[in-house]
T-cell receptor
Framework: NAGVTQTPKFQVLKTGQSMTLQCAQDMNHNSMYWYRQDPGMGLRLIYYSASEGTTDKGEVPNGYNVSRLNKREFSLRLESAAPSQTSVYFC??????????????FGDGTRLSIL | AQKVTQAQTEISVVEKEDVTLDCVYE???????LFWYKQPPSGELVFLIR??????QNEISGRYSWNFQKSTSSFNFTITASQVVDSAVYFCALSDPYGGSQGNLIFGKGTKLSVKP
């Protein structure tokens, strides 16, 4: 019963390097989300995908790109990492189309440090 | 605009004390959902409860209880007889399922609860 799986769990990058965070869910959910969590800021939405083939910007999209590869997978890419992107990244999935009050299911997070 | 405010940044209590975590929300929608999540020191997010805007009944689950009041736009969370294992960051969140972001959660900044033995 995997739920939402994120890889890697930890990563250290140098400024300017690129990286892709992977997320996969096995619950057949239509919607997937990427959040970042910074100290004292709660979780903020970076991008979301309401269905396979669609993506939309959230509150803090600058510096990121996403790909909804298929229904299961939703990746987050940092093209040129900056220290301001040091954060904990959470992927989530849900199916609001079927159950509007269904909670989002979260992965365990990716702790990303950019030096 | 939608917003969730958790005014208490940190709370410290001694074990067995009761503690209430406050949550105030803003939304123009008539249909919305409210959630509480727990984030223990290990870092994962644990879903605790959801409540839709049409159901103002209070809910109790063991030592946890929730008080939803639309008149004051509040959704407060009380832990009775707190335990050390309750130490965590607690997030209140708001969801607008009919909004453009298809059920995106808008989080408060969280309240860090420390329960001391």
């Amino acid at each position: 019963n995997a739920g939402v799986t994120q890889t890697p769990k930890f990563q250290v990058l140098k400024t300017g390097q690129s990286m892709t965070l992977q997320c996969a869910q096995d619950m057949n959910h239509n919607s997937m989300y990427w959040y970042r969590q910074d100290p004292g800021m709660g979780l903020r939405l970076i991008y979301y995908s309401a269905s396979e083939g669609t993506t939309d910007k959230g509150e803090v999209p600058n510096g990121y790109n996403v790909s909804r590869l298929n229904k299961r997978e939703f990746s987050l890419r940092l093209e040129s990492a900056a220290p301001s992107q040091t954060s904990v990244y959470f992927c989530a999935s849900s199916d609001p189309g079927q159950d509007l009050d269904q909670p989002q299911h979260f992965g365990d997070g990716t702790r990303l440090s950019i030096l | 605009a939608q917003k969730v405010t958790q005014a208490q940044t940190e709370i410290s209590v001694v074990e067995k004390e009761d503690v209430t975590l406050d949550c105030v929300y803003e939304t123009r929608d008539t249909t919305y959902y409210l959630f509480w999540y727990k984030q223990p020191p290990s870092g994962e997010l644990v879903f605790l409860i959801r409540r839709n805007s049409f159901d103002e009944q209070n809910e109790i689950s063991g030592r946890y209880s929730w008080n939803f009041q639309k008149s004051t736009s509040s959704f407060n969370f009380t832990i009775t007889a707190s335990q050390v294992v309750d130490s965590a960051v607690y997030f209140c969140a708001l969801s607008d399922p009919y909004g453009g972001s298809q059920g995106n959660l808008i989080f408060g900044k969280g309240t860090k609860l420390s329960v001391k033995p």
